[in-house]
């Protein structure tokens, strides 16, 4: 439990979930399949403490994150995914929410309350 109240060990892991993004989507030609990003949303669901740091992690992949990787990465390569990713921007956002965000509270949610009930009864 010591992870859990840790400051720095929880700043760590929030800023360490845009990187993991970042990489994952430098890479993408070579992680050819969906289980490595599902795993890794998975694995973050259970280190983040609380909702708010899912969140800060989450506000920071895409500021600082999805913006650097797209003109650092994207933008020099001849491929039309920069293109097309832009274009439909709003649809992936909108995705995005539904398809990871919303599993991830879930996630965090039933954790946070089986860990507050687990605690209570010792």
């Known amino acids: 439990m010591r992870l859990y109240s840790n400051k720095s060990s929880q700043l760590i892991i929030t800023l360490l979930y845009p990187l993991l993004i970042f990489l994952l989507l430098s890479f ?3 992680i050819d399949t969906w289980i490595v990003p599902i795993g890794i949303s998975f694995i973050f669901c259970f280190l983040w403490r609380n ?5 800060v992690s989450t506000l920071i ?6 913006p650097l990787w797209y003109f650092v990465v994207e933008i020099d390569k001849e491929s039309q995914f ?6 439909s921007l709003p649809l992936v956002v ?4 539904v398809i990871v965000l919303v599993p991830e509270l ?3 949610s039933i954790r946070n309350f089986l860990i507050r009930r687990f605690i209570s009864k010792s």
């Open 106 to 108: 879930i996630i965090i």
């Open 61 to 66: 992949m895409w500021v600082v994150t999805v």
């Open 82 to 87: 920069a293109v097309l990713f832009s274009s």
């Open 94 to 97: 909108l995705q995005f929410v």
């Open 28 to 30: 993408r030609e070579e």
């Open 51 to 55: 909702i708010r740091y899912l969140m």
